[in-house]
């Protein structure tokens, strides 16, 4: 059978034009409410343990205005090295950061926060992206040209950069750009269906 | 150094809107023309022989209105179990295809041709996708509500189907939309640098 999302009202908790693009062209209703937080973490969480402690996290404020809707938050981290790479702090360090991603294979890892009725759970999506050779000209154009200082790693995979350098990704792309759609769906199936 | 492609005037010869539009957000200029042509082919020809093979029979009728611009064009089709899919005859036969992709695994493979002043080149990339099991009802209403007629494989990964049931792809995103823009970008950019 297939799910029916029209009984489902959706908040999603989150500002990025992309996560909203992405959930809207998969079909679904929502509306859009976010606070700002600040983004830290125990230095004790490892890889996936960060974005899904940050979705929480980025719930919590949201919480306490639902009624009987659905809250959908969602962070997006790169790992590479063992190392997180969050956000550029400005254009230099999103200068470094790119270097660093040049020539190697990264993850990007979403984790996605739902809530519900008191109820609430999380899943993560891994996706590996791998980035030709990055000449220095070519990063430096793409920070003055391209709004590198809202996404994590500098980078957006549907920029100019994502579409001529990344020469392959294993896993889902959705995932890249913010959102887990095909996990999610799942997920929202699930709930509509109970 | 970085390749100056404002030398290079580059034909597009495919009305595939999804073609124009990753060339474009790669950052080229280029003008559209295209012919229509039979795309029939040898039965000897195998896997990525089929895409090159008819991207460089989509270049024949367009070679004699060219002066010294750079024509690009492009072929994809499916490929699985051993057998190309090409675009959908009509829906029964697009429910059809979709079905036989439905939980497994394929591979999309686009055959790029290049073609100035007397010389040409081609290439081809390889991507695999990954569907969870479709719902027949997922498959009809994606037929009814969508537009898979012009597709290969009758689906377009940037669709509501590949947002919510492609759960993962390895290689190029952009390869499976119709043009490997990375690979395209390096070419041109040894175009334009000699």
Known sequence: MLPNFSNLEIILGSTSPRRSQILSDAGFKFQI????????????????????FLANLKAQPLIEYLQDELLITADTIVWLNNE????????????????????????????VFLYKNGKSSNFFDVTE???????????KRYIDQFQPMDKAGAYG???????????????CYYNVMGLPM?????QLSNISLT
């Open 33 to 52: 409410k976010s606070k700002n937080i600040e983004e830290e973490y125990p230095n004790s969480l490892f890889k996936e343990e960060i974005p899904l």
């Open 182 to 186: 095909p996990k999610l769906y799942q």
């Open 84 to 111: 997180v790479i969050g956000k550029p702090k400005d254009k230099i360090d999103a200068y470094h950061i790119l270097t660093k991603l040049s020539g190697k294979t990264h993850e990007v890892i979403t984790g």
């Open 129 to 139: 992206v791998t980035f030709r050779n990055l000449e220095e000209e070519e990063i």
């Open 157 to 171: 995979i549907q920029d100019w950069i994502g579409l001529t350098t990344v020469t392959k990704i294993n896993g």
